[in-house]
């Protein structure tokens, strides 16, 4: 079947620090994967997609590459600021839309 | 500006209540979604719809009722049978279909128990 699991948080950083949010899948076909940030109180919006092997998503600084030969789709970005706290989830599309459990992202002046 | 409306943002449910979601969209996309959000778990999947007047049940549709009388709307039901209710509630819409990986996510609903 298909699952996402992606890195337990909390995870809390000092401003300009990098970020690695660690994210696999297990999937029975091709699907595309994307990275969701909820922020407080808020729904959710899509922060980055990839549909194939070897894409790299990337918006406001936040990349994430389609690791085939891993399965793993890590959300990183270079220099974290204080606006980018959120709850981030990783999620695979396959015939339907499934989430991972959503990692914690506080980021300290 | 288009988008997707929930109201109310915070919702309580007495024991034995029925209480009604509203979820409306004017982006005229041709399919509506609701997932349940819970502390430390992903989405999932109650209902959705595909066209007006047509529906399919989700992964947890237990306890839940919906309707789609008009394209813009699709309001979510909690009936007294969901025994644990609480929850964040959010509403999707995509164009085109069903269309998981073309989302647009309303900006949610709590739904608390007294």
């Known amino acids: 079947g298909n699952s996402v699991t992606q890195m337990e948080g909390p995870v809390t950083l000092s401003e300009e620090a990098f970020l690695t949010i660690n994210c696999t899948y297990t999937?029975?076909?091709?699907?595309?994967l994307f990275w969701y940030v909820q922020y407080p109180g808020e729904g959710l919006q899509l922060l980055l997609k990839a549909t194939k092997a070897d894409d790299k998503g990337s918006n406001k600084g936040f990349e994430a590459t389609y690791r085939k030969e891993t399965t793993s789709f890590h959300l990183e970005k270079g220099s974290v600021q204080v606006s980018d706290s959120a709850v981030y989830f990783c999620a695979l599309s396959e015939n339907n839309l499934f989430f991972g459990t959503g990692t914690r992202l506080t980021v300290i002046p | 500006d288009g988008g997707i409306t929930q109201s109310p943002k915070y919702l309580f449910r007495k024991e034995g209540q029925n209480v009604t979601l509203s979820c409306e969209q004017n982006?005229?996309?041709?399919?509506m979604y609701w997932y349940r959000q819970d502390p430390g778990q992903g989405l999932r999947l109650i209902y959705y719809s595909q066209i007006v007047n047509d529906f399919q049940k989700g992964d947890i549709a237990e306890g839940y009722s919906v309707s789609r009388e008009k394209k813009e709307s699709f309001p979510l039901t909690v009936t007294s049978a969901q025994k644990n209710p609480t929850a964040f509630y959010l509403c999707?819409?995509?164009?085109?279909?069903?269309?998981?990986?073309?989302?647009?996510f309303g900006s949610g609903t709590q739904l608390s128990v007294l």
């Open positions: 999707a819409s995509s164009i085109g279909g069903v269309r998981y990986e073309k989302l647009f």
């Open positions: 999937a029975t076909g091709y699907p595309s």
């Open positions: 982006l005229n996309h041709d399919a």
